[in-house]
C-alpha cells in the first residue's frame, strides 16, 4: 500500500519529520542530558511507515537522502536500523556514547536505510569530533580530553583492567544528539546538492 503524494513532498515531509525528531532530542540531550524513550520509539516508527507507505522508488538508489527520492519499504527500513544500530554499538560498548545515543541512531536509520546509515554514520562522527574540538579550544582542556580519550581506547587492549567511564569520569559530556542532529543535516545538504554519497553501494 502507498500513499499518493509526489516524490518531492514525500521526501521533505519525510526530512522535516526526522528533523523535528532530532531537534527535541538534541533539546533534551542538551537540557537534561538524556534522550527519552518515547521519543526514539517514535521516531523509529514514524521512520517505518514513511518508508512503508511512500511513493514508489523510480530509480536504483532511491530513499529520504536519494536526489531521487522513493520509499524503501518496511523491510529496509528496519534494516537500516539495524545497521545503524550496529554502527554505533561499539561506541557503547567502550562508554563512548551513552544507550540513548545508540537507539536515536538507529532511529535515524529507519528513515535512511541500510546504505545511507553507512554514510550517515561518517558524518554524525564527523561531526562530534568537530565539536568536541569546539569545546576543547573554548574550555582549553585539551590535555585532559585527550586523557581521557587514551584511557577509553586502552580498555581495549588485551589483559587491561582499565575502568574508564566516559559518561561520568570525562572532562564535559557533550550532548551527542547534536552531533548525530548536525550529521544528518550535513550529509542530507551534501547528497540533496546532487553530489554522490560518500561511500558508494551497487
Not at 93 to 117: E, Q, T
Not at 126 to 152: D, E, I, P
Request: proline fraction near 6%.
Amino acid at each position: 500500500m502507498t500513499i499518493d503524494i509526489a516524490p518531492g513532498h514525500w521526501q521533505v515531509g519525510g526530512l522535516s519529520l526526522l528533523a523535528l525528531c532530532l531537534a527535541l532530542a538534541a533539546l533534551s540531550d542538551a537540557r537534561q542530558r538524556r534522550i527519552p524513550n518515547a521519543l526514539v520509539l517514535v521516531a523509529l516508527l514514524a521512520g517505518l511507515l514513511w518508508n512503508a507507505f511512500g511513493p514508489q522508488p523510480f530509480s536504483q538508489n532511491p530513499g529520504l537522502f536519494s536526489p531521487y527520492p522513493g520509499a524503501l519499504g518496511v523491510g529496509s527500513g528496519l534494516l537500516g536500523a539495524l545497521v545503524a544500530l550496529l554502527l554505533f554499538l561499539p561506541f557503547h560498548v567502550l562508554r563512548v556514547l551513552g544507550a540513548g545515543d545508540v537507539k536515536l541512531f538507529a532511529a535515524v536509520g529507519a528513515f535512511a536505510g541500510p546504505a545511507a546509515s553507512v554514510n550517515l554514520a561518517l558524518c554524525v562522527l564527523v561531526a562530534g569530533g568537530l565539536l568536541a574540538l569546539a569545546r576543547m579550544a573554548v574550555a582549553r582542556n585539551a590535555r585532559l580530553v585527550m586523557q581521557n580519550t587514551l584511557a577509553s581506547l586502552g580498555q581495549l587492549l588485551p589483559g587491561s583492567a582499565g575502568s574508564f567511564d566516559a559518561r561520568t569520569q570525562t572532562a564535559w559530556r557533550m550532548p551527542y544528539a547534536v552531533a548525530i542532529a548536525g550529521g544528518v543535516a550535513g550529509y542530507a545538504a551534501w547528497t540533496l546538492s546532487g553530489r554522490a554519497p560518500l561511500i558508494a553501494f551497487g
